[in-house]
C-alpha cells in the first residue's frame, strides 16, 4: 500500500527566506503526487500536482515541486517566504486506487 | 461558482447521541470522500463513494455511515459506537480519474 512521510512536523523560516518542505512516498510504480496547503480552521486547497512529464512542478502562490524517482520525493520549494504562507501543509499519493493517501502535514511558521 | 458545501461549521452534541454532517457539491463530480482530521494524524479517510449508490469502507470507518442517493450529496453521520468523535471533518469531491480534490471548509463536531 501507498504511504507518504513528511519528517518535519514544524519549521519555521523568516520571511523572505527559502523554502523546502521535505515528502517521501512508497509506491511501487509512478506515483500521482500532490501539494495542498490548509489555514486554521479551513479546508485543503490544491498548491500543486505531479501526474507525469517534466519532473519540476509549477503551482500557485510561487510554489513549485521536483519529483525525485530515485529518492521516491516530492519537495516543495519556494524561493522567498511571505508571511501569508504560513499555514500546515500536506503531501499526498495516488497510487491506482483513486484515493488519496496524505502525510501527516508539516506546519510553518513564518517569522517577521 | 461551483464548490462544496458543509455544514455545520460547529457542532456540539451530547455523548451518545447520532448526529449527521452534511456536504454538498455542484461541481458535477463523481467521487465524493469523508477524511477525520486530528491534530498531528493527518487525514484519514472514512468512507468514499464513486458513483450514486455505492460506497466503499476506508481505513476508520468503524463507528461512521454514510449514504449517497443523490449525485450532489454525501452526508456522514457519526453514531454513538464511534468512540472518539470529536474531530475536524472533511468532504472533499472528485473526477473519476485522478486530477486532485476540491475540499470543503470542513466542520468541526464536539462531543461533550
Known amino acids: 500500500a501507498q504511504s507518504v512521510t513528511q519528517p518535519d512536523i514544524h519549521i519555521t523560516v523568516s520571511e523572505g527566506a527559502s523554502l523546502e518542505l521535505r515528502c517521501n512516498y512508497s509506491?511501487?510504480?509512478?506515483?500521482?503526487l500532490f501539494w495542498y496547503v490548509q489555514s486554521p480552521g479551513q479546508g485543503l486547497q490544491l498548491l500543486l500536482k505531479?501526474?507525469?512529464?517534466?519532473?519540476l512542478v509549477q503551482g500557485i502562490k510561487g510554489f513549485e515541486a521536483e519529483f525525485k524517482r530515485s529518492q521516491s520525493s516530492f519537495n516543495l520549494r519556494k524561493p522567498s517566504v511571505h508571511w501569508s504562507d504560513a499555514a500546515e501543509y500536506f503531501c499526498?499519493?495516488?497510487?491506482?486506487?483513486?484515493?488519496?493517501?496524505f502525510g501527516k502535514g508539516t506546519k510553518l511558521t513564518v517569522n517577521p | 461558482d461551483g464548490g462544496i458545501t458543509q455544514s455545520p461549521k460547529y457542532l456540539f452534541r451530547k455523548e451518545g447521541q447520532n448526529v449527521t454532517l452534511s456536504c454538498e457539491q455542484n461541481?458535477?463530480?463523481?467521487?465524493m470522500y469523508w477524511y477525520r482530521q486530528d491534530p498531528g494524524q493527518g487525514l484519514r479517510l472514512i468512507y468514499y463513494?464513486?458513483?450514486?449508490?455505492?460506497?466503499q469502507k476506508g481505513d476508520i470507518a468503524e463507528g461512521y455511515s454514510v449514504s449517497r442517493e443523490k449525485k450532489e450529496s454525501f452526508p456522514l453521520t457519526v453514531t454513538s459506537a464511534q468512540k472518539n468523535p470529536t474531530a475536524f471533518y472533511l468532504c472533499?469531491?472528485?473526477?473519476?480519474?485522478?486530477?486532485?480534490?476540491?475540499f470543503g471548509s470542513g466542520t468541526r463536531l464536539t462531543v461533550v
Open positions: 461541481l458535477n463530480h463523481d467521487a
Open positions: 499526498a499519493v495516488e497510487g491506482g486506487s483513486e484515493k488519496l493517501v
Open positions: 463513494s464513486q458513483i450514486v449508490n455505492d460506497f
Open positions: 509506491y511501487g510504480a509512478t506515483p500521482y
Open positions: 505531479y501526474f507525469s512529464g517534466d519532473t
Open positions: 472533499a469531491s472528485s473526477i473519476r480519474g485522478i486530477s486532485g480534490y476540491t
